[in-house]
């Protein structure tokens, strides 16, 4: 191992006397407009593939580029991007990055009234979207250390967790709803007025940032981009922990690219209930996020994180089972389950790396993280289509969902399965 690691180090529940999230206005603020966008992006994950089917009828490895689009920025940019923004403000980062899906989203419903609306202008807007979606999610990651208290990040990444999973069930079953009232084309314009509501609770937030080091006194920004790389994948927490994502991700958005088209055209399912069958692996997400914090009590950060993951994945083989009958109960319930698992990693994940990595560290560390997991992310949506257009959409479905079961297995590669608690920090060498 290149970065040795204490194993005597303190439990990531220990630390000083805290006043608690509830007296923080500044969070309060943080998790209305993150939730009230997170809405809007859900609501736009069932509009966008519909649109697509339904209006333009498109083929499943189109369907399966335009899932791709908004992720494919992580690649090109999310190294760059988490070195320039461990050298800016992120709060006005996040709100540039607010505004230009307001615009861009805006159009589609336009071109679409108008006549005009086409798959090159759906990849366009998601490209753009994704390109500012970089430098909100590494700002974002960053922030939240800066307005809550060390103590009680786990807390706070639970409750972002679980709200994101309630606008999930919220939006994902909205957006079919719209879809099927007003059109599909009409969900993109209430995530529109959404980034907008997210942008305006940022201004409302009073706390001052840690003014970032000076242009002169940094590195050259390649050095900059070399010394996240080097901390994330060089210690052995963190890099069995983006391997796991990596996988994850990969096999996870792949299903999720077929998985719409499957529920339209194989289970002839109407828009409205498409959205509500989505939305149902979300409530196994809001089970994660409100019984994470036991899980981590009863089991310890470490343990906790391969419970709840080799217990959960494997139930992703129930999906494929799915027909036109009582059957169908088996896609709810394999969504459901593998989504409280994922949900409940997320949590124990998010809190360990913004407790063990350097402050300074961060924004890189986090890039670095995100461009392996989410980069796999268009790379499994291209995957995902052409899968279904090859083998078909049932076959493809199987093949995807046993990946997904053995991807906890790579968790028990590094010293992880050792513990009962992950570190906070790392050794000194």
Request: hydrophobic share 50%.
């Amino acid at each position: 191992m290149s970065a040795g690691l204490s194993e005597r180090a303190p439990d990531m529940d220990q630390g000083p006397p805290r006043s608690g999230l509830r007296a923080n206005r500044d969070f309060r603020l943080l998790w209305i407009g993150e939730t009230t966008n997170r809405l809007g992006i859900n609501i736009t994950a069932v509009a966008m593939p519909l649109l697509a089917t339904v209006t333009l009828e498109a083929s499943p490895f189109s369907v399966g580029l335009l899932a791709a689009a908004p992720w494919l920025p992580w690649l090109l940019i999310g190294l760059p991007a988490g070195a320039w923004v461990d050298r800016m403000r992120r709060r006005p980062i996040m709100q540039i990055c607010n505004l230009v899906p307001l615009v861009m989203l805006a159009s589609v419903p336009v071109a679409d009234w108008l006549g005009f609306l086409t798959m090159t202008q759906l990849l366009v807007v998601g490209l753009i979207n994704g390109f500012a979606a970089v430098f909100f999610g590494i700002s974002y990651k960053v922030y939240v250390p800066s307005i809550v208290e060390p103590g009680d990040l786990p807390e706070a990444n639970a409750k972002l967790q679980g709200s994101e999973s309630v606008a999930q069930v919220a939006g994902l079953g909205g957006g079919g709803l719209l879809a099927q009232a007003f059109g599909a084309a009409s969900g993109l314009l209430v995530n529109s007025a959404t980034y907008l509501v997210s942008a305006l609770c940022l201004f409302g937030i009073r706390s001052k940032e840690p003014i970032p080091e000076k242009p002169n006194e940094r590195p050259a920004l390649l050095p900059d981009i070399k010394e996240g790389l080097r901390f994330a994948f060089h210690d052995p927490y963190l890099r069995v922990l983006t391997l796991y994502g990596t996988a994850t991700n990969l096999m996870l958005t792949a299903e999720a690219a077929v998985l719409p088209i499957f529920i339209v055209r194989e289970l002839g399912i109407p828009e409205g209930a498409t959205g509500w069958l989505l939305a149902s692996s979300s409530i196994g997400g809001i089970l994660g996020a409100t019984t994470a914090k036991r899980l981590i009590a009863r089991f310890g950060s470490a343990r906790g994180l391969l419970v709840a993951t080799v217990a959960s994945a494997p139930f992703a083989l129930l999906i494929p089972l799915a027909g036109t009958d009582w059957t169908l109960v088996a896609l709810v319930l394999g969504s459901a389950i593998l989504s409280l698992g994922v949900v409940l990693a997320n949590v124990i994940q998010g809190a360990f790396r913004q407790r063990y990595c350097p402050p300074q560290l961060l924004g890189r560390v986090s890039a670095s993280v995100s461009f392996a997991n989410f980069g796999a992310i268009p790379i499994g949506s291209v995957l995902g289509g052409s899968l279904g257009q090859v083998l078909g959409l049932r076959p493809a479905l199987w093949l995807l969902t046993a990946g997904l079961a053995l991807t906890p297995l790579l968790l028990l590669i590094g010293p992880m399965r050792r513990r009962r608690d992950l570190p906070v920090a790392p050794a000194t060498p």
